[in-house]
């Protein structure tokens, strides 16, 4: 019985000093409790207009893919520009987003169909440096080394190679054939060891390939020319 009572006092005891702390700190808790509120709603506001932001650039995007469909077939100098002007605006307003990734794109491809390879390998290049983890990412490197190519720069080429061979735009497919691609130039370049260790790394690292099927054919080729082959 005596525990009992003693237990109740206890309790009252805490009840007390719990409404005295209460009261004396109302202000604060309030102040606590409307910040909380005011930072809950200003984080649901901004989540919706990143998504507002988002849907609005993916749907422009959409609309310059469907523009660069109908310009493929009539090659329109005026629409040509004006597809020119909304990638431009998309980039302009939403840099960040996934609608900016794909007018990008867009870009790269028309750049190759108007053989501009400068421009080609220009903006390849951008979409990789500007958006490195997207399932692009890779493609565009391997579309601006092939650009750089066709302008006649075989290190420029090599050097963007060596990117996706060192991991960029990865996971990608790329991969394998950059390493095949890197040992191609670096034969026309005349650098055979070099294009030995390509090809011998693509066979190591890749062995599945179809690329490692040509690979192996120049490995054979190149030592029976007097290189070397770690294979």
Do not use: C
């Not at 290190?155 to 790329?174: D, T």
């Not at 060891?193 to 693509?202: I, K, V």
């Amino acid at each position: 019985m005596a525990d009992d009572k003693k237990t109740n006092r206890e309790k009252a005891s805490l009840s007390e000093t719990l409404k005295v702390y209460l009261g004396s700190h109302r202000k604060l808790i309030f102040g606590i409790t409307l910040g909380l509120i005011v930072l809950v709603f200003g984080s649901v506001v901004a989540y919706q207009i990143h998504h507002n932001r988002q849907e609005q650039a993916t749907r422009q995007a959409e609309e310059i893919t469907e523009a660069w469909i109908s310009w493929q077939q009539e090659r329109d100098d005026q629409a040509e520009r004006e597809i020119r002007e909304a990638i431009e605006a998309v980039r302009s307003s939403y840099p960040r987003s996934y609608g900016a990734l794909r007018a990008l794109h867009v870009l790269m491809l028309m750049e190759w169909e108007l053989e501009q390879f400068s421009e080609a390998r220009k903006t390849g290049l951008m979409l990789a440096d500007g958006f490195p983890r997207s399932h692009l990412a890779g493609a565009a490197l391997a579309s601006a080394a092939a650009a750089a190519e066709e302008e006649g720069d075989l290190e420029e080429a090599k050097a963007i190679l060596l990117r996706i061979a060192r991991g960029e735009g990865a996971p990608s497919a790329e991969t394998a054939r950059a390493l095949f691609n890197l040992g191609r130039l670096s034969e026309e370049l005349k650098t055979y060891d070099d294009a030995l260790d390509f090809y011998n790394q693509l066979a190591g690292e890749h062995p599945e390939s179809n690329w490692t099927k040509l690979a192996k054919n120049r490995i054979i080729w190149l030592t029976s020319q007097g290189g070397s082959s770690n294979t």
